[in-house]
């Protein structure tokens, strides 16, 4: 498995915009489609954006299409999500996760996952 660590995190106005990173740990990052799921207060952890290993196909939840991108370096073990023209309703924690065999976007897709880091965004 893979250990991923979340940063960028923070207070953000609305409209506003935040680069959340996730660096990961252990062999074969590239090898891995990679997730970002976020989890608002009394929600369900839901999905928001993933990449497979080659970067050739990206995916999104409708609620943030056009306004989050996801992707990744692998030469720095690394995805982000850039996140702009931030709404209220996107405050939640943002896990980052991976899959060694991506079949679905839901969460037990993934087995492996982050701490989280809280993303605030005031109105």
């Known amino acids: 498995q893979v250990q991923l660590v979340e940063s960028g995190g923070g207070l953000v106005q609305a409209g506003g915009s935040l680069r959340l990173s996730c660096a990961a740990s252990g062999r074969f990052f590239w090898s891995y489609t990679m997730g970002w799921f976020r989890q608002g207060p009394g929600k369900e952890r839901e999905f928001v954006a993933a990449?497979?290993?080659?970067?050739?196909?990206?995916y999104y939840a409708d609620s943030v299409k056009g306004r989050f991108t996801i992707s990744r370096d692998n030469a720095k073990n690394t995805v982000y999500l850039q996140m702009n023209s931030l709404k209220p309703e996107d405050t939640a924690v943002y896990y980052c996760?991976?899959?060694?065999?991506?079949?679905?976007?839901?969460?037990?897709?993934?087995?492996?996952w982050g701490q989280g880091t809280q993303v605030t965004v005031s109105s």
């Open positions: 996760a991976a899959t060694g065999r991506f079949r679905t976007t839901a969460p037990e897709g993934f087995n492996s």
């Open positions: 990449v497979t290993e080659n970067s050739a196909t990206t």
